[in-house]
């Protein structure tokens, strides 16, 4: 599963902003009652996938890239982000672990993009033909395009 995130200063930000109910512009006619009504629009979590992708909007026009580090934590507890209704046994185990990272380099024009990935407890980044070990600290600090999570 992929979401859109609109950056923020935390990825908790970003899902909470992604997840809020919005109300849309005119009125919604309902088909069952005919009754009309302004219109919202919300999302949430009834069951979770296995992997997750988080898209980190970085451009806000054409012509302009969103710089900035935004804090992303190595666990997120996805029951943070479903209702109290949810129900649990459905949403199955709501930890998941950044496993891999996408970061671009570059303009809208241009650019280069590396990954940082994890394995047997080791962060890697990989540049084209070449990789090197990195710390975990390093992988966590990076202004990530794409942030990748498997369930535990």
Not at 19 to 45: P, Q, R, T
Not at 115 to 130: I, M, P, S
Request: glycine residues 4%.
């Amino acid at each position: 599963m992929t979401m859109s995130l609109q950056y923020k200063a935390t990825l908790e930000q970003a899902i909470l902003e992604h997840l809020s109910e919005v109300k849309i512009d005119g009125n919604y006619k309902c088909e069952k009652c005919g009754k009309e009504s302004k219109a919202k629009v919300s999302h949430e979590f009834v069951r979770l996938p296995k992997y997750m992708m988080f898209h980190i909007k970085r451009f806000d026009s054409i012509f302009n890239k969103i710089k900035g580090n935004m804090h992303y934590p190595p666990v997120v507890d996805m029951r943070t982000f479903t209702t109290k209704e949810t129900d649990v046994k459905l949403l199955g185990n709501t930890k998941y672990d950044l496993f891999a990272l996408t970061v671009h380099h570059g303009t809208i024009n241009q650019g280069h993009y590396i990954a940082y990935v994890k394995r047997d407890g080791t962060w890697y980044q990989f540049n084209d033909e070449y990789f090197t070990v990195e710390s975990e600290k390093t992988a966590l600090s990076q202004q990530a395009y794409l942030l990748f999570y498997a369930q535990r």
